[in-house]
């Protein structure tokens, strides 16, 4: 509200001016996320300055991030938890509208601060939201009729603006699935992004989404509310992203790609909890495709024959349910009769001595856990031997590096990479780019920086272990791996699932820091390639 001098601060909280003066340059970073500034006068004192939208953002992450008893303090001036819940869940349950089941006590917190602040006369104003704010019927409908509850039981008016504060509080919370049998507006904005992600991943990662339906409405469905929280800057939790990562580590990485498109366009950094809902849309297609690509027509032989033949035939399609289309057993003998014209290949518990015109593999009668993962390797199409392990030279592991900050430690880092690859001319500035759209600190002690596009005629990772940690965007990070994509046509999803699967191995990284030895390296990333089931 008004100017405060910083000797009244001082004052009130028991401090020195020196202590004061130091905490004012940590609340100035936190300000400067909601578009907020701090305005200094001369005799006058301080002053925060900016719209009443962005002060409730950033006023309700403050209470968010305090203790309990900071949080009851203040928020005790404000209606009650429990008649703010009955007048959203009514306007809600009226309307048939669903949110996110974790986000109804943030949606809640808004309300009760929204109404507070109103009632202290800081009004948002219409000035305040985008021409474009893209809400649709549904939202303004709902935003209405909880307008309607607080006037009839509260007896306070709501103006048109702060109406439209509360749809666009209710439109980020939204939930949409492609199932959903309702009218959406689906405009043209959002069509063109959803074709350049998609566009953009087939780039990186050779997966062709294009006549994949399914992945395109459930992202146009997402995009609807995903735009309005980026536009505003707002918030979304996501109680599953740790397992999202661990589970889905490729579909994460492929998500992560694509909200490259996003912040490009939208001028700001996608947070991690919508990168985990992006990622859950992309598993669903991977999975498809999953059993679409890797459906194989294979031939059992076995040479004990009878029972065996048939329990060896059952367990195999227990193990490869999902890699399997038709199962046919046969003896050695029987191979030269076979029509091998929808075969993939063989798999024998003896040598083959007949020609045949698809692979064969000689695999133990009873499998175990390595003979499974060599067979679903197999399958899969990935080459045996052929691991995550080539992508990391030994003269691209570099151990003890220093660096004061993240710029440093990257210039470092492309300028010993520079001295023994061919990189482009504006490959750092590529690198930096991309560090400036997204965090690339996704993992407590390890971050993965890379260039905005494939630049370099072969895939490679050089990874650089610092002396001490370092703050890079979000997270203390001694573990650095700068990747980069090659031009040409590649499969990274063994990669990927290989690399993640390391990076998200706490005990791994922590190894790999203490020992700093690239034998280790190897040792550790075989691992996760082994518990990746690759």
Not at 82 to 98: F, W
Not at 451 to 471: D, N, Q, S
Request: net charge negative; charged share 30%; hydrophobic share 40%.
């Amino acid at each position: 509200g008004d100017f405060l001098k910083v000797e009244e601060l001082c004052d009130r909280f028991f401090v020195s001016r020196k202590t004061i003066t130091s905490d004012l340059k940590q609340t100035e970073r936190i300000l400067e996320m909601f578009d907020l500034t701090l305005d200094r006068r001369p005799r006058y004192g301080i002053q925060v300055k900016g719209g009443e939208f962005s002060c409730r953002q950033c006023l309700a992450f403050l209470l968010r991030r305090s203790g309990s008893h900071l949080y009851r303090d203040v928020s005790c001036q404000f209606m009650s938890e429990e008649q703010a819940a009955k007048i959203l869940a009514e306007a809600l349950n009226t309307g048939s509208y669903e949110i996110y089941d974790d986000e109804f006590s943030e949606l809640v917190l808004q309300f009760r601060l929204g109404l507070y602040r109103y009632q202290k006369k800081r009004m948002v104003e219409l000035a305040e939201f985008d021409d474009q704010d893209f809400l649709q019927e549904k939202d303004i409908a709902t935003a209405e009729r909880c307008a309607g509850i607080v006037e009839k039981s509260m007896g306070i008016v709501l103006p048109v603006a702060e109406i439209k504060y509360l749809a666009v509080q209710f439109s980020r919370k939204r939930s949409l699935y492609a199932d959903q049998k309702e009218n959406l507006v689906v405009d043209t904005e959002i069509n063109r992004l959803v074709n350049e992600i998609l566009d953009y991943v087939y780039e990186i990662f050779r997966l062709d989404f294009s006549r994949d339906f399914d992945l395109q409405t459930a992202l146009r469905m997402h995009m609807v509310s995903l735009r309005v929280r980026l536009k505003y800057n707002l918030p979304l939790k996501n109680s599953m992203i740790k397992e999202i990562r661990e589970i889905y580590s490729f579909s994460y990485a492929v998500a992560a790609q694509a909200a490259m498109v996003l912040a490009s366009h939208y001028h700001t950094m996608v947070p991690e909890a919508e990168i985990g809902y992006l990622a859950r849309c992309f598993a669903l297609a991977l999975e498809r495709r999953k059993k679409i690509r890797y459906r194989r027509n294979i031939v059992l032989v076995c040479a004990t024959g009878g029972g065996s033949a048939r329990l060896f035939e059952y367990r195999f399609k227990e193990c490869f349910e999902d890699y399997l289309n038709q199962v046919q057993v046969c003896s050695s003998r029987d191979l030269e009769k076979m029509d091998f014209t929808n075969i993939d290949c063989i798999f024998s518990t003896v040598p083959i001595t007949a020609h045949v015109p698809v692979p064969v593999y000689q695999v133990q009668y009873f499998l175990d856990s390595s003979h499974i993962r060599q067979v679903r390797s197999i399958l899969g199409d990935v080459k045996e031997g052929e691991g995550a392990a080539k992508y990391f030279p030994e003269d691209l592991f570099f151990a003890d590096l220093e660096g004061a900050d993240r710029k440093e430690v990257l210039e470092y880092l492309c300028t010993l990479v520079e001295q023994r690859r061919r990189l482009p001319d504006d490959f750092m500035d590529q690198v930096f780019k991309r560090e400036e759209m997204m965090q690339t600190d996704l993992i407590p002690m390890v971050a993965m920086p890379h260039p905005c596009r494939p630049m370099t005629e072969e895939t490679f990772v050089a990874v650089g272990i610092l002396k001490k940690p370092i703050y890079w965007h979000m997270n203390q990070v001694q573990v650095v791996f700068l990747l980069s994509i090659s031009n040409g046509k590649e499969d990274m999803e063994h990669f990927y699932k290989t690399t993640l699967g390391l990076m998200m191995n706490e005990d791994a990284i922590k190894r790999l820091i203490a020992e700093k030895n690239y034998q280790v390296f190897l040792e550790l990333l075989k691992e996760a390639e082994l518990q990746s089931g690759s």
